[in-house]
Nanobody, 114 residues
């Protein structure tokens, strides 16, 4: 059974930071690219960024310079470090494991107050 479990969300003031984690089980983590996505109420799910199996990252323009994605293959965990948070970053954040299939976590709420 494949499981992706996100954690680290919460309420933070604008300008603050959060570090999200996503721990994966049931698949070969090292052979999967990992993505972070977010979905605000009434909006579509958008990609925040991703990290490939080689560690190469890419980010959406809206978070570039404020977010860093990293992975620890020994712990089957991917991280999303978010700094200088803005109210518009408020959303449910999801991680995804991407190979021939895409598996999703259940999401974690991030709320940024102004």
């Amino acid at each position: 059974q494949v499981q992706l479990v996100e954690s680290g969300g919460g309420l933070v003031q604008a300008g603050g930071s959060l570090r999200l984690s996503c721990t994966v089980s049931g698949i070969n983590f090292a052979l999967n690219s990992m993505g972070w996505y977010r979905q605000a109420p009434g909006k579509q799910r958008d990609m925040v960024g991703s990290i490939g199996i080689t560690g190469r990252t890419n980010y959406a323009d809206s978070v570039k310079g404020r977010c860093t994605i990293s992975r620890d293959n020994a712990k089957n965990t991917v991280f999303l470090q978010m700094n200088s948070l803005k109210p518009e970053d408020t959303a449910v954040y999801y991680c995804a494991a991407i190979s021939s299939k895409v598996y999703w976590g259940q999401g974690t709420q991030v709320t940024v107050s102004s």
